[in-house]
């Protein structure tokens, strides 16, 4: 699972490729970069889920 690293949101999207390498856009807060956080661990995804939650 890919997460954005400014706003932790995982409406992320590779948008670009191939020679200049992956480049995401984010849905929610507009970030594009290549540099994106990849989590694997299920239990993780629910703590972030979680911490999101309590922010709003």
């Known amino acids: 699972m890919f ?3 400014a706003c932790k949101s ?3 999207y590779p948008v670009a490729g ?3 390498g992956q ?3 984010c849905k929610d807060c ?3 970069g290549s540099f994106v956080l ?6 993780c995804h629910g703590k972030t889920e979680r911490n999101k939650k ?3």
């Open 10 to 12: 995982q409406e992320i």
């Open 23 to 25: 480049v995401y856009l």
């Open 38 to 43: 990849e989590i694997d661990d299920e239990d």
């Open 18 to 20: 191939g020679y200049i």
């Open 30 to 32: 507009g970030y594009r």
């Open 54 to 56: 309590d922010k709003t």
């Open 3 to 5: 997460y954005c690293p």
